[in-house]
């Protein structure tokens, strides 16, 4: 018995890796070809509600009214409308050039994000800031990365009490909207 | 000397397989199998604020992909609207109705969308598809975009 076994070490069965190594090799090279790491993606989470219509000043009172000014609360308003303007004559159409806080043509309006969020932070820090939800109205020839530069300086807005507001999208329609 | 000797001249190759094995190994965990559901070529906008995917519990996603053209990409196929919102609506109703029997058409539902629009995309052709999610019941939307500019 012991004498067998010693004949089967000394045979030494020796196995080919170079096919082996072969295939691995081809293996690796096809993952790193084909290896693309995927940028980190982030998502802004919303709960958007269905839409509701959007009345023109004098229809309720309730939609696009300003920001109250200091010590003075008006009755009734709850939403904070948010438009982005653009200018569909321009070679940009797609470029919000101002934003307005308020009533279209009515409310106080800012050329810059920058401006948009000091505007809002003022409205927001007010500790009885009676608004309740927040619409943004977007012009259908604006680009979307426009929409999310403002729902960005929404995001940031800090709420007295942790408050919450639910937030809409409107669209505006525009002339010369490209057939579908 | 001896062992030099001995040796017929045949490296051993059995480290180097298992270091290519490793390597292997490797690549095949990173490799990202769910962006077949991603469309790669679009180019997100950028939005410092946004936060990296919290994946708690488990959530049923819609992953729309919304074209610069305007064009709802699932899976590298183009689709119509309406009629996949509508048909994605019906699945995601029938898997919610074993949770709770009492959901009717155009409640809401428990599904994330999730929508990957292209910077450049005219707003009304999100609209139409955000529209179309809503009419349906969707109220949880997730807008994918990136920290910071890649490259």
Same mark, same amino acid.
């Given at each position: 018995m012991s004498r067998r076994r010693r004949r089967k070490s000394q045979e030494e069965v020796e196995l080919n890796l170079a096919a082996m190594l072969d295939m691995a090799f081809q293996l690796l090279t096809f993952f790193i070809l084909t290896f693309k790491p995927a940028p980190v993606e982030g998502q802004v989470n919303l709960r958007l509600p269905p839409p509701t219509p959007v009345l023109q000043?004098?229809?309720?009172?309730?939609?696009?009214?300003?920001a109250p000014k200091e010590g003075e609360v008006p009755k009734g308003v709850s939403t904070l409308v948010i438009t982005l303007n653009n200018n569909?004559?321009?070679?940009?159409?797609?470029?919000?050039l101002s934003y307005t806080i308020g009533?279209?043509?009515?409310g106080s309006t800012v050329g810059t994000l920058d401006q948009l969020n000091n505007k809002l932070q003022s409205i927001f820090s007010n500790p009885v800031n009676p608004f309740e939800q927040v619409i943004i109205q977007v012009p259908?020839?604006?680009?979307y990365d426009e929409l999310m530069k403002v729902v960005d300086v929404f995001t940031r807005q800090k709420m007295p009490g942790d408050k919450k507001l639910s937030l809409s999208f409107v669209e505006l329609p525009q002339t010369e909207v490209p057939a579908k | 000397m001896s062992e030099l000797e001995s040796s017929s001249g045949k490296p051993n190759l059995t480290p180097i397989l298992d270091m290519v094995f490793q390597l292997i190994t490797f690549f095949m965990l990173v490799?990202?199998?769910? &962006?077949?559901?991603?469309?790669?070529?679009l180019r997100l906008p950028v939005v410092g604020s946004a936060r990296a995917v919290? &994946?708690?519990?488990?959530v049923s996603l819609l992953i729309l992909n919304i074209t610069k053209e305007g064009n709802l990409n699932v899976y590298g196929q183009s689709r119509t609207v309406e009629s996949y919102i509508a048909g994605e609506a019906q699945a995601e109703l029938l898997a919610a109705r074993q949770k709770n029997p009492k959901l009717q058409p155009g409640d809401e539902l428990p599904t994330t969308v999730v929508i990957r629009a292209d910077r450049g995309t005219e707003y009304h052709m999100v609209h139409r598809v955000i529209e179309a999610c809503q009419q349906h019941g969707f109220r949880n939307f997730a807008l994918k975009a990136l920290n910071r500019e890649e490259g």
């Open positions: 000043k004098g229809q309720q009172r309730d939609i696009g009214e300003m569909i004559q321009s070679r940009d159409p797609g470029k919000a009533e279209l043509g009515e259908s020839r604006v680009r | 490799m990202n199998f769910k &962006a077949a559901a991603l469309d790669t070529s919290d &994946a708690q519990g488990q």
